[in-house]
Structures are given as structure tokens and as C-alpha cells.
């Protein structure tokens, strides 16, 4: 059974940084697309990175180059490295993970966590001014 367990999350000032993970076993990261969602309070869902194995990562407009996800195969893990944070991007992140090939474009995904299949616990990210 696929599970995936994010880390890294925490409280930062702003301009700071953090490198999310998103352990993964029962699945493997080099086979199929997944992304990093983040959910504030009181607002939906919104994807903050997506990446497929036949293509490189794209971030929601947001994101304007201050985030950069990567993936480690010999590790299995999914990362999400954020530099310059700021208050607005206070969220729980979560990484997923789809169950097979998907017929998107990683544009779409991003608009679409539903298509992911599998999901962390998520964890928290802070950001004060």
C-alpha cells in the first residue's frame, strides 16, 4: 500500500527557508507525476508544484522562482525546497502521488488535486513578518 509522510515543515520569519520532504514507500517517486498542494484556513486547496517523469517541474504563478521541487529516486522522496517565504504562504503542504499514467499536462494538474491518488498527512509551514 502506497503512503507517503511529509517532513519538514516549521515556523520561519519571513525571507527565510525550508525544505519540505515527502518520503514514499510502496510507490515510487520515478515512475508517475506528483505534486506539492498547499491549503491555508478557510481557503481550497492550490498547487504549488507539480512534476511528471517525462517533463520538468511546474509551480503555481505564485511560486515566481522562489520554489524549487526535485526528486531523489535512489531515496524515493520528493522534495520542495522554498527560499524567500513569505506570511502569505502559510499553509499545510501536502505532497501527492498519482496511481497511474495521467493524460494532463502538469498546467492542469495543478488546477486538479483530485486527479492525485495518494496523499500525505501534510505538514504545517508558518511564515511571520
Known amino acids: 500500500q502506497a503512503q507517503l509522510v511529509e517532513r519538514g515543515g516549521g515556523s520561519v520569519q519571513a525571507g527565510g527557508s525550508l525544505r519540505l520532504s515527502c518520503a514514499a514507500s510502496g510507490y515510487s517517486v520515478s515512475g508517475y507525476c506528483m505534486g506539492w498542494f498547499r491549503q491555508a484556513p478557510g481557503k481550497e486547496r492550490e498547487g504549488v508544484a507539480v512534476s511528471c517523469p517525462s517533463g520538468t517541474a511546474l509551480y503555481g504563478d505564485f511560486v515566481k522562482g522562489r520554489f524549487t521541487s526535485s526528486r531523489d529516486n535512489a531515496k524515493n522522496t520528493l522534495y520542495l525546497q522554498m527560499n524567500n517565504l513569505k506570511p502569505e504562504d502559510t499553509a499545510m503542504y501536502y505532497c501527492?502521488?498519482?496511481?497511474?499514467?495521467?493524460?494532463?499536462?502538469?498546467?492542469?494538474?495543478?488546477?486538479?488535486?483530485?486527479?492525485?491518488?495518494?496523499w500525505g498527512q501534510g505538514t504545517q509551514v508558518t511564515v511571520s513578518s
Open positions: 501527492a502521488g498519482a496511481a497511474g499514467p495521467l493524460r494532463r499536462s502538469s498546467i492542469e494538474l495543478l488546477q486538479e488535486p483530485e486527479a492525485f491518488d495518494y
